[in-house]
């Protein structure tokens, strides 16, 4: 994993938004760097190199959109500024969209910060 890899899966693992993440899973010839199975989330962390890999990403993400996954792409250097709430935005972002998403399944799950 790149370090700014490592900074979100220290934030998301074990269950620390209320939901399982894994990461490094294999979806078709993909590769995703995180997947909740649960609520077919995939959370890529993308380096500078993305901006040259445009279409790529797009047909990548085309493909796990036609299986119902929804793809959030995070910019890497998002993830080491300085100011708490650049990440506390992301993390808020995928709590609220997988909470959306299991909710529209039909089974709602609280997450970390509600009551249960």
């Known amino acids: ?3 700014s890899e490592k900074k979100l899966w220290s ?3 074990a269950k620390r938004l209320g939901f399982l993440f894994r990461r490094q899973y294999p979806v078709g010839d993909f590769v995703l ?3 909740c199975p649960e609520v077919k989330l995939c959370i890529e962390v ?11 990403d ?3 993400d085309a493909f796990l959109e036609s299986l119902g996954i929804l793809t959030i792409r995070i910019p890497s ?3 080491f500024d300085r100011e708490y709430p650049v990440l506390e935005k992301w993390l808020g972002l ?3 969209t997988c909470r959306e998403r299991k909710k529209a399944s039909g089974t709602s799950t609280p997450g970390p910060f509600e009551p249960r």
């Open 1 to 3: 994993m790149t370090l």
């Open 11 to 13: 934030y998301i693992r």
């Open 33 to 35: 760097d995180f997947y």
């Open 46 to 56: 993308d380096g500078p190199h993305h901006a040259d890999r445009v279409l790529q």
């Open 58 to 60: 797009a047909t990548r």
């Open 77 to 79: 250097l998002d993830l």
């Open 94 to 96: 995928i709590e609220r």
